[in-house]
Nanobody, 125 residues
Framework: QVQLVESGGGLVQAGDSLRLSCASSGRTFSSYSMGWFRQAPGRDREFVATIRWNTGNTYYADSVKGRFTISGDNVKNTMYLQMNSLKPEDTAVYYC??????????????????WGQGTQVTVSS
């Protein structure tokens, strides 16, 4: 069984920074990639960023490119999302996700097999 636990969310002002963490446990030793998604009230869950462990390649949504940085340690089964220059439109519940194998994509929720419970990020203007 795989468990993902996010932390680091909170209430900040526009322009501030936050660092989210995702700790995974269980049968994660063969995970292919991990990613971050977010969901604002009334909206679909949307892709934020992902990292592929075998290559170290990272991918970002256009809306966060240049402001957010994804990183992690596959050995420690930990992933991070450094969020800088936060905007009110970044307000959402942020979810950590894990893909056990390559599903052919990375930007849709269906590409991932396990999810955390989410952590709230609120950015005030």
């Amino acid at each position: 069984q795989v468990q993902l636990v996010e932390s680091g969310g909170g209430l900040v002002q526009a322009g501030d920074s936050l660092r989210l963490s995702c700790a995974s446990s269980g049968r994660t030793f063969s995970s292919y990639s991990m990613g971050w998604f977010r969901q604002a009230p009334g909206r679909d869950r949307e892709f934020v960023a992902t990292i592929r462990w075998n290559t170290g390649n990272t991918y970002y949504a256009d809306s966060v490119k240049g402001r957010f940085t994804i990183s992690g340690d596959n050995v420690k089964n930990t992933m991070y999302l450094q969020m800088n220059s936060l905007k009110p439109e970044d307000t959402a519940v942020y979810y950590c996700a894990l893909a056990l194998f390559n599903t052919g994509g990375y930007s849709t929720p269906k590409a991932y097999h396990h999810w955390g419970q989410g952590t709230q990020v609120t950015v005030s203007s």
